[in-house]
């Protein structure tokens, strides 16, 4: 998918305006023009795959614990939408419909009947480690997806993880030019502020994490992937590098750009793909953008 602008994609569908990962937020997205949407994945206990950021229900959920312990019918009698304070116009869905598995995103998505992008980021570490990579590509070959175009239909289709092992599992079955290499600055001091670990647990997660950032930059430096997907504070803070990646031929999927600062700076660095929890105020900006 080209364009002379950047594609927008929705970051688990219209989250600004309904819960992430919703059969509302992806409807939404839809209906406000979205490029492409972004969804996280997680398999549970009887290997569905479900759209789900966190590895536990507790956030964004009337349930607690590990989703990889629950089965889908078990799920089903969650409530994944009213954590977030908005109600849900009857046209998207009943509460009940919110909580979406991958091939109903699928028919979601075909439903839009046009060209539509689809990321698909593998959440990792997980009980069940590449069954959920070997599971997601057996859903999507069901459905006609090979490998060398890694479309269905009229969704292009592209993966994504923060994990190195997980990107090089895609690779041995995924061509380059559709896999996407996360990467994000770690700080110690920031990950004890957004986990309330102690100093020395904090620290050795820190370093954990430390490392795979640095074989993520490794994977990118190499070209071994044909996307980069940096936050947006990681390319504010890593010029040089993000010219360098650039320069060499990969595409950006920056993530997640909401402000119109962010989205300027997305514009002025010549990135392609933006990710944003408010598709429809940024595809206004960047449509306005290249009129101009």
Known sequence: ????????????????????????????????GADGVECDVHLTRDQHVVLLHD????????????????????????DFSSWKGVRIP??????????????????????????????????HPTPY??????????LLAARGWEPESSAVGNVAVSFMSFDPEAIGYLLERVPARHVCMLVDDVTVDEL???????????????NVLKAAQRDA????????????????????????????????????????VDSPQDVQHCLDVGIQQITTNR????LAQVKAAAVG
């Open 1 to 32: 998918m080209t364009s002379p602008r950047p594609l927008v994609y929705a970051h688990r569908g219209a989250s600004a305006r309904f819960a992430e990962h919703t059969r509302a937020a992806y409807l939404q997205a839809l209906a406000e």
């Open 55 to 78: 590895a536990n229900l507790d956030r964004t959920s009337t349930g607690t614990g590990p989703v990889a312990e629950r089965t889908l019918a078990e799920l089903r009698e969650l």
């Open 90 to 123: 009857d046209e998207l869905g009943a509460a009940s419909q919110q909580l979406l598995t991958l091939p109903e995103l699928l028919d979601l998505l075909a439903a839009a009947a046009r060209p539509v992008g689809l990321a698909i980021e593998l959440k």
């Open 129 to 138: 480690r590449f069954r959920l990579e070997d599971r997601v590509l057996d």
């Open 192 to 206: 004890r502020e957004s986990t309330a670990l102690g100093p020395f647990t904090g620290g050795a997660v820190a």
């Open 217 to 256: 930059e490794e994977i990118l430096d190499a070209g071994r992937v044909g996307l980069a997907g940096p936050g947006i504070s990681y390319v504010r803070e890593n010029p040089n590098r993000v010219r360098a990646w650039l320069a060499a031929g990969l595409t950006f999927r920056v993530w997640t």
């Open 279 to 282: 598709p429809a105020e940024v």
